[in-house]
């Protein structure tokens, strides 16, 4: 079946730590996008990507990383200077035309 | 840059109709996105508009007015279940396809 798929659904992680989200699509899309959500707010952008091998900042890029090396896979690394990572994270895909299609979402909890 | 607006949170009764809308002010306009967000879950597509007018979907139909900077949900016929978040989202073309999202309009249905 075709999707997008984002691993694992739930993680967490010592303060100081980079951590690397997972997001696979077999959709073909172009273009991939890391969201960033907190309880009962809106979706905010992070990175995203419309090529391999390129991607442009969102609003909240600062203390993630990401890399777009095939088609097919969109990881994020939330690394240690992001000062408050605790939140839900959304990875979506979307061709030029159509809806974007969402992962299931990782929750990041930091201990 | 984007600016997109919509209600925090509305209460509507059940078998009612309720209106969420979004106003927006975005440079390279390519489309509008309504999906729904229940707690804890990834978003789920309602509806796409690129242009002006109604598009209807069953109990769910969206109005786009591009010349306004203006869209809305419409909801008849409301259910317990459509209790849930909607969430607004515009396609910006600046040559990358950047979808940015409102902060969401949480919708209570009461019986």
């Known amino acids: 079946d075709g999707g997008i798929t984002q691993s694992p659904k739930y993680l967490f992680r010592k303060e100081g730590q980079n951590v690397t989200l997972s997001c696979e699509q077999n959709?073909?899309?172009?273009?991939m996008y890391w969201y960033r959500q907190d309880p009962g707010q809106g979706l905010r952008l992070i990175y995203y990507s419309q090529i391999v091998n390129d991607f442009q900042k969102g609003d909240i890029a600062e203390g993630y990383s990401v890399s777009r090396e095939k088609k097919e896979s969109f990881p994020l690394t939330v690394t240690s200077a992001q000062k408050n990572p605790t939140a839900f994270y959304l990875c979506?895909?979307?061709?030029?035309?159509?809806?974007?299609?969402f992962g299931q979402g990782t929750r990041l909890t930091v201990v | 840059g984007q600016n997109i607006d919509q209600p925090t949170e509305m209460t509507a009764t059940e078998g009612a109709i309720v209106q969420i809308n979004c106003t927006y002010q975005t440079s390279g306009f390519n489309g509008l996105f309504w999906y729904q967000q229940h707690a804890g879950e990834a978003p789920t597509f309602l509806s796409y508009n690129v242009l002006d007018g109604l598009e209807e979907k069953g109990r769910f139909s969206s109005f786009l007015s591009r010349s306004k900077g203006y869209s809305y949900l419409l909801l008849k016929e409301l259910q317990m279940k459509d209790s849930a978040s909607y969430l607004c989202a515009v396609v910006e073309n600046t040559g990358f396809q950047k979808l940015v999202f409102g902060t969401g309009t949480r919708l209570l249905v009461s019986p």
């Open positions: 959709l073909n899309h172009d273009a």
């Open positions: 979506a895909s979307k061709d030029s035309f159509g809806e974007a299609f």
